[in-house]
């Protein structure tokens, strides 16, 4: 091949890729367009219809934001049931403990560093393997108070293994309760309590 047609080759490669580069921000930046309502078609004697529209429509942003508040706790706190209720002798010094503080209040990291103090004292090097590995399957809000604290129930299914040739494997099910409060603008783990 030419110098010149190398050259075109690379050109066109180039506007290409400035194109694909133009589209993806174009597609991401890009502002949702208001709803607009239709209300020029509408008689200005009817303020009655428009009135409860208006007003159904604020109930449904309350209630879409009700929802994605609940979605938030409810998620962190299956994460932490999650992570509070696996272990393995594998992992280094409760790593899978310490990586949730940013989630936590103060009591809770207090209570958490507690717990990994007490741990690790009666921990022992074993070479069998030892692990238990915990799966959130649903949660249930018993208690929502707006910005101020909630209450989660978590059912999870635990799974227990021993030993590292011949795996034995038991599964139960448990159910943790998730304290929580708002605090500085977010939802943190204020408690957690096995049942």
């Known amino acids: 091949m ?5 050259l075109k080759i690379i050109l066109i490669v180039l506007v ?3 194109l694909l580069i133009a589209l993806l921000w174009f ?5 949702e367009s208001p709803t607009v309502n239709n209300v020029a078609e509408t008689d200005s004697r009817d303020h009655g219809s428009l009135n409860r529209n208006s007003n159904i429509n604020n109930r449904a942003n309350q209630q879409n934001r009700e929802v994605n508040v609940a979605a938030e706790f409810t998620s962190i706190a299956k994460i932490t049931t999650e ?5 393995s002798s594998d992992t280094y010094n409760f790593a899978n403990l310490r990586d949730m503080k940013y989630l936590m209040t103060d009591k809770m990291k207090q209570w958490t560093d507690d717990l ?3 741990l690790s004292a009666g921990d022992s090097v074993s070479l069998e ?3 238990i590995t915990t799966k959130a399957l649903s949660a249930k809000v018993i208690i929502h108070n707006k910005k101020q604290d909630a ?3 978590v059912s999870c299914q635990k799974i227990e293994t021993k030993g590292r040739d011949n795996p034995n494997s038991k599964t139960k099910y448990q159910d943790a309760r998730i304290k929580m409060l708002y605090v500085n603008e977010k939802w943190l783990v204020d408690e957690l309590r096995w049942e």
């Open 2 to 6: 030419s110098k010149k047609s190398i």
């Open 16 to 18: 290409i890729f400035i």
């Open 27 to 31: 597609f991401y930046n890009r502002e």
């Open 83 to 87: 992570r509070f209720g696996s272990y």
């Open 116 to 118: 990994i103090d007490n």
């Open 129 to 131: 393997y030892y692990g």
């Open 151 to 153: 209450e989660v129930v």
